[in-house]
């Protein structure tokens, strides 16, 4: 074999190699390379269509927003943005101003969550005058936060140093959120108020009250002389006493004097029951 021809197929082996070689380098080398750039690119190109159409929205989502926030902060209802149960005692504490209930006491039962929401569950009882009770509720229902009442119980207190007061207790849900996306707003007390209130466990007929400030007991007296508007009476301690239009003797006061009839009226109060007793002067 020639020089040349050994040569030249040295060469051409040599050609074969590379050729294969740069052949088989692009083919299953940089082929699935390209092929894995190229998708990423339609992948950049669509989450840059997807953002470029959020951008776009930016303006009126952002006014959404803001109308939101103002519509739920103006809003007459909130949730309490803690779902610390001693939050939701110190705002209910506030609520107990003023005309209050006593004995307040706030027991703790549980918290459950719903996705962004949750309820703090919690029993309240105490006792107080039912006008006060009552307004202790109506601030509760109608503050800022949303707080439920259930299972109210009401029952009064029959004896003669309580009578219009009754004891209480309910159980309070008090509802907050859970999430970020809406800002913490005031938690606002409502100052609504109701001046009077018809008290239904007010009994009509009470233990008459006992003589401890020692007044004139009309029933056990009588009556010696009057003027015009002022009557002397002898009472049930044998003392003389002087009475005018307006006094108050036990059970009651004094009411009119007749001196044409030389008599007094006196009106009692017998544990709700209405009397008029009259006196009159003994010849």
Known sequence: MSYALRNTLILSLVFLLITGGGWAYIEF???PELERLQGEITEKRTELSNKQQTANQYDMLSEQYENAQYYIKNYD?????SSNEDKVFDFINQLN?????TDFSFTF???????QFGIIN?????SGFYRNVVNFIRRIELSKPINKIANLNISPINNLESYGRVNFNFALASYYSRSSIVDA???????????????????FIREIEPNEEN??????SS?????????????????????????????????????????????LNKGGIIEHVTLEVQQ
């Open 29 to 31: 080398l940089q082929k």
């Open 77 to 81: 209802k909130g949730l309490y943005f």
């Open 122 to 126: 919690m029993q309240i009882s105490g």
């Open 109 to 115: 039962v549980d918290s459950t969550s719903q996705g």
């Open 97 to 101: 101003s003023g005309p209050a209930v």
């Open 185 to 203: 707003t005031e938690l606002t007390i409502s100052n609504s108020i109701l001046e009077s209130v018809y008290n239904p466990f007010y009994p």
């Open 223 to 267: 009556l010696v002389a009057l003027s015009s508007n002022a009557v002397f009476v002898i009472d049930q301690n044998g003392s003389m006493q002087k009475l005018q239009v307006g006094d108050r003797v036990y059970l009651g006061r004094l009411e009119t004097v007749n001196i044409q009839q030389q008599s007094a009226i006196f009106e």
């Open 215 to 220: 007044l004139i007991d009309i029933e056990s």
